[in-house]
Nanobody, 124 residues
Framework: QVQLVESGGGLVQAGGSLRLSCAAS????????MGWFRQAPGKEREFVAA????????YYVHSVKGRFTISRDNAKNTVYLQMNSLKPEDTAVYYC?????????????????WGQGTQVTVSS
């Protein structure tokens, strides 16, 4: 069983920045792929970014490329999502998730555990 706790969400003006953190406990974090997803009201949960176990393979959804950066610190069992140049359309609940296979992939159906989510609101 892996537990995930997200933090760092909040209210920010357009153009601002936030850094989300996701702390993992239980299991061996350094072996897992990690992903960030988001869900806006009335919409399906969508992929945002993913990183494999070593950090050597990273993916982003096109809409956040150049603005968001995913990273991990295996010593702290934590994955981060640095979000810059935020836009109102980035408003959503952001979730982190664990891929026990270590890949860090795009499909949400490949993830095994999820955090409770953290709200990000970007005002115009």
């Amino acid at each position: 069983q892996v537990q995930l706790v997200e933090s760092g969400g909040g209210l920010v003006q357009a153009g601002g920045s936030l850094r989300l953190s996701c702390a993992a406990s239980g299991g061996t974090f350094s072996l897992y792929g990690m992903g960030w997803f988001r869900q806006a009201p009335g919409k399906e949960r969508e992929f945002v970014a993913a990183i494999n176990w070593s950090g050597g393979s990273i993916y982003y959804v096109h809409s956040v490329k150049g603005r968001f950066t995913i990273s991990r610190d295996n010593a702290k069992n934590t994955v981060y999502l640095q979000m810059n140049s935020l836009k109102p359309e980035d408003t959503a609940v952001y979730y982190c998730a664990v891929d026990l296979a270590g890949r860090g992939v795009i499909s949400r159906y490949e993830y095994d555990y999820w955090g409770q989510g953290t709200q990000v609101t970007v005002s115009s």
